[in-house]
């Protein structure tokens, strides 16, 4: 792990007060612009803090001040820390929420629920670090506080941000089998349309042609001295 400067505006203090460095190699060393060195050498910034020795907390040492007075160009080098601190380990476990936020929670698994019901009760978990327990008794509505429970977006609330939530509903739709859709209406193709008028129109015309033939005055009579002729026939 690289050694990184401790509290660089309080080191920069004292380097101004206490050197003769330039603004530039002070600037560089604490990582600082070069104007904000100017403006705390003049009094007008980081007022109130006070100067913190580098040479002290073992981060420089007073030959390598002396080696970047003597050349402006020199640039200050950071001195390796003697007892290296063991990284620590990260602890898997559930989300923390701060306490002003744990209040939304229920709001923010209710709008889950009704907004994604592929996630898993392990991934809402992940995502609002809530039990499982709350998330059964929020989905059967025994919860406590059912009744004034309002669905909202778990990112605007703060409990996660937009990539997590995403990552987590492309994960539950991977898992999800895949579904048939059945095929809706579509719109028809220019042809198709043109096809499908001209259809209409000729079964507009075949029903209107049958019609006129049924009403027709000859029609009629035929339909009427039908009969009569048979039973003329049958005498």
């Known amino acids: 792990m690289p050694a990184t400067l401790l509290m660089p505006k309080a080191t920069a203090i004292w380097l101004v007060d206490n050197t003769s460095l330039s603004f530039k190699q002070i600037a560089e060393f604490c990582g600082l ?14 007022q109130g803090i006070k100067g913190l020795d580098p040479v002290s907390t073992g981060q420089l040492s007073r030959e390598e001040i002396e080696r970047a007075q003597k050349d402006p160009k020199y640039k200050l080098k950071l001195q390796e820390p ?5 990284q620590p380990k990260k602890r898997r476990g559930p989300r923390y929420t701060p306490v002003s936020r744990r209040q939304d929670r229920p709001n923010a698994i209710l709008w889950l629920i009704r907004n994604h019901p592929e996630l898993k009760d392990a991934q809402i978990m992940r995502l609002v670090g ?10 059967e509505r025994t919860h406590w506080n059912a009744a004034n429970l309002q669905p909202s977006d778990p990112v605007t609330l703060g ?25 809706g209406p579509r719109l028809l193709t220019p042809e198709e349309s043109l096809a499908e008028e001209a259809a209409e129109r000729e079964r507009a015309r075949y029903e209107e042609q049958e019609r006129e033939e049924t009403y027709s005055a000859d029609s009629v009579f035929a339909r009427l001295n039908a009969p009569r002729v048979e039973e003329d026939e049958e005498e």
């Open 33 to 46: 612009h070069e104007l904000e060195v100017a403006a705390i050498a003049d009094g007008e910034a980081a």
């Open 82 to 86: 003697k007892v290296r601190l063991p």
């Open 130 to 139: 809530t039990t499982k327990a709350t998330i059964t008794s929020i989905r």
């Open 159 to 183: 409990l996660c941000s937009q990539l997590e939530l995403d990552m987590e509903v492309q994960k539950a739709a991977k898992d999800r089998p895949a579904m048939v859709q059945s095929e």
